[in-house]
């Protein structure tokens, strides 16, 4: 990409509010893997057996196993150039962030306005009594941990079947209308209904731009597609506006 659309350079300097919705490919150039493509998480592992309710009460212990294990993955990464150009922004326009992640990754980069559709793996919660353990240093790190009350302490995540938290998904849909700019970056725009953002964003003559390496289900449907990176084209986009 050398140069960028003229239109969309216009209508980037008229914005005021942009929202970004994210999803795994967001986080890939901070070495976390995405969960569909060649190495995706899903060509090693069955989403039935690892994210899914049923499964956690079947198995607490493979369940925990696998998500201490994502936790460390998570934890030893960075926020990348991605993530911190998105934090950039909020010197210039009003920023939303709408991720999939569990990751936390834009938290730690330091945006301000996040909605977690799909919860943070750094959170949990006791199934019997809802007692909320956010700090895993408090959870026993080896076997299933257990809640004071001796109910079992699931993470803060929406598995397969489940639905999202309450009203979180009006409030990122309320965000996206509002937006002059709708960036889809790094998702491959399949898992609904965080997947319909982007399409309720172009019924309400929301801009929508997509950011991904590849064409995706959306691709046809985008204002403005950026065949790359988001560590790479979303520095670019900051750099032609500053
Ligand atoms: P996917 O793994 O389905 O898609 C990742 C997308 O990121 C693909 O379209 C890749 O082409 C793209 N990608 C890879 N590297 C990239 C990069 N450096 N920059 C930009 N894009 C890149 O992940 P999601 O769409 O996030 O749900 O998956 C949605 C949901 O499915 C997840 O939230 C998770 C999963 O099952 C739950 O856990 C509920």
Known sequence: MTELNPVFLDKLRAAKKISFFTGAGMSAESGIPTFRGEDGIWKKFRPEELANFKAFVRSPEMVWEWYQHRRRVITECAPNPGHLAIKDLESKFSITVITQNIDNLHNRAGSSSVIELHGNILKNYCLTCKKRYDHPAELHIEGTPRCTCGGLIRPDVVWFGENLPEGLFEH????????????????????????????????????????????TEF?????LFFKGKAGVILPLIIRAIS
């Open 219 to 223: 691709t046809e449907y985008a204002n």
């Open 172 to 215: 990122a849909e309320e965000e996206v209308i509002s937006s002059d700019i709708l960036f889809s970056v790094g998702t491959s725009s399949v898992v609904y209904p965080a997947a319909s953002l982007p399409h309720t964003a172009l019924k309400k003559d929301v801009y929508v731009v997509e950011v991904n390496p590849v064409e």
